[in-house]
């Protein structure tokens, strides 16, 4: 686990497709001060060894189990499509593995709880993406909700879609099972909004929604599936209306059918004002609004975020956070447990669009102070 003195997390890889080659094998070289990449498992065998030899693994596996029960690893990282997270992290937790999930953790609210379940009973780290919680932008936003900047927050607006993988040039595997039942715009794209917006106002209370498939067909754009047809199986356009509680509402959208959009991704709106950010999965940019009339000051304002170039705002922080808990101890802010909660928001809103019904959310989640948040100062190539 070390070179020299310092301590590494030694990871498993498993799943070496788009993710693993935009951040996370580029994360293990680039911090290499706390990531040691041991071995990589990839069904697609020439995928798995070509990635393997170009980011100096020492072991190369077809078969996870195999991994698990062979590899000289004490995390593993998963990213894989969804539908096979929670069978995924079990198995990890079985094999005594600490694990970095992409997101969703689990595909049903009683996958995300079996998970916690074991996880806690066997003292394993379940580190979550999205990222949202390591970001510099949320520690910022979280500041200003906190030191009254808005007053009381009466109303959220949250915005967290996109036109789908697949959509724009550059795709380095085959996109389509993200269209397809299993996965779908909501199961990707949701966890960062929500994130973002429970972090500061708490869980959801109740919630009442609507889905549907707007675009039945879709062509990926590039890469080894360029010009394949995909059926879409699963709804691409949500949206839903939250019940905060204490007389807190909000409404969401997330999916697959925005090409792109000026808006703000999320307005939280105050007695004493507004806060705007911009960014997309994250807060990279904050706004504020203040008509105070005590104090004369009216109008919009950009409002500084520190360090927001640190490790901690690039996607794979989430590795980072892993070995900060794993190795020296440190309190895990993206645990599982706001992940439960992020996983029952999408079953409730599948539930309450077939129903047309409000539904009652039964999860929460330890809430964290933003001075709980990592402040990491040092920075990064990685983007
Ligand atoms: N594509 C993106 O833009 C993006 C961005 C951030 C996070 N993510 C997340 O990363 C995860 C993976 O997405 P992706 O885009 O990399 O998908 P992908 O299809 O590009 O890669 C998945 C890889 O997993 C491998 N795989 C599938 N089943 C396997 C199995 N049983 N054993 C071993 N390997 C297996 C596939 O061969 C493939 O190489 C998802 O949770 C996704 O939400 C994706």
Request: proline share 5%; with cysteine; hydrophobic share 40%.
């Amino acid at each position: 686990m070390t070179t020299g003195d310092t301590p590494r997390l030694k990871i498993g890889m498993l799943g070496v497709g788009a993710a693993a080659q935009w951040y996370y094998l580029p994360a293990t070289k680039l911090w290499s001060d706390r990531l040691d990449l041991k071995a990589v498992c990839d069904l697609d065998i020439d995928r798995a060894r070509h990635f393997g030899e170009l980011y100096g693994a020492d072991a190369v596996f077809t078969d996870y189990e195999q991994m698990l029960s062979n590899a000289d690893i004490n995390a593993v990282a998963i990213l894989t499509p969804h539908e096979r997270h929670a069978e995924e992290v079990l198995l990890a937790i079985e094999h005594g593995k600490h694990v970095l999930i992409e997101k969703p953790m689990a595909g049903s609210l009683a996958d995300a709880e079996a998970i916690c379940e074991a996880a806690e009973a066997q003292g394993i780290q379940v580190s979550c993406a999205p990222p949202n919680m390591l970001h510099p932008g949320q520690r910022r936003l979280m500041q200003l909700v906190s030191s009254g900047a808005i007053g009381e927050v009466s109303l959220v607006r949250n915005t967290r879609s996109s036109m789908g993988p697949g959509s724009r040039p550059g795709a380095p595997t085959d996109f389509s099972w993200f269209y397809q039942s299993g996965a779908g715009g909501m199961s990707s794209m949701a966890g960062y909004g929500l994130i973002k917006m429970t972090a500061v106002l708490g869980p959801v209370k109740s919630l009442s929604a609507m889905s549907c498939i707007s675009m039945p067909e879709r062509i990926m754009r590039d890469g080894p599936a360029k010009g394949k047809v995909v059926q879409v199986d699963v709804p691409d356009n949500n949206v839903m209306v939250l019940d905060f509680g204490n007389n807190t509402l909000g409404t969401m959208d997330t999916g697959y059918v925005m090409m792109a959009s000026e808006a703000p991704d999320m307005e939280l709106f105050g007695t004493e004002g507004t806060l705007s950010t911009y960014g997309g999965d994250q807060v990279e940019k904050i706004r504020l609004y203040k008509d105070d009339w005590k104090t004369d000051v009216a109008g919009w304002q950009d409002v500084d975020i520190p360090n927001l170039e640190s490790r901690m705002s690039k996607h794979p922080s989430t590795l980072l956070s892993l070995a900060d808990a794993v190795l020296d101890g440190k309190p895990l802010v993206n645990g599982p447990r706001h992940m439960v909660h992020v996983v029952e928001v999408i079953e409730k809103t599948w539930l309450a669009a077939k129903t047309r019904q409000t539904v009652d959310l039964t999860t929460t989640f330890p809430m964290v102070s933003w001075e709980d948040l990592p402040f990491e100062t040092s920075t990064a190539k990685l983007v």
